[in-house]
């Protein structure tokens, strides 16, 4: 069972080299997308498109590295995405944050991308999320909460 179908968009994850970033663009990939992975260093962005095209059997993540902080790499980075893919259906940012992450909402808005902002779920008293599932547990009863009117 598939929550949710994503073939045929393009996805750009930003800093998607290791962590939560890589998990999302594999499960990104997983439902379907093509996805952009990126980071500073190319090595690794590299590295871990091929996993995912091996693990897929196919085709669907392309390595593209670049510092976000940099106007020049970002406008680099949208503009080798369309030329590769086409246009950017879901931007991540997971890369950065702090100054940077303002400019990443303001820019993809502008391009029309719709964005969504994602918290970190509050870990229970003395400890931290279990595991990713944990997390899209938490992100489902704030999206509840939200429906039935209630402030999560």
Do not use: Y
Request: glycine share 8%; net charge neutral.
């Amino acid at each position: 069972m598939s929550l949710f179908d994503l073939t045929g968009k393009v996805a750009l994850v930003t800093g998607s080299t290791k962590g939560i970033g890589k998990a999302i663009a594999e499960r990104l990939a997983e439902h379907g997308a093509k996805v952009v992975i990126s980071s500073r260093k190319a090595d690794a962005c590299n590295q871990v498109a091929a996993a995912i095209n091996e693990t897929r059997s196919a085709k669907v993540a392309v390595p593209i590295a670049c510092n976000i902080n940099s106007k020049e790499q970002l406008q680099a980075l949208v503009d080798e995405t369309h030329a590769k893919l086409g246009a950017i259906d879901v931007l991540v940012c997971k890369a950065s944050g702090g100054a940077a992450t303002e400019a990443k909402l303001i820019a993809a808005r502008e391009a029309g991308i719709p964005v969504v902002m994602v918290r970190r779920p509050p870990p229970e008293p003395g400890e931290a999320a279990a595991s990713i599932n944990a997390a899209l547990d938490w992100l489902a009863d704030q999206d509840q909460s939200q429906e039935e009117g209630r402030m999560p």
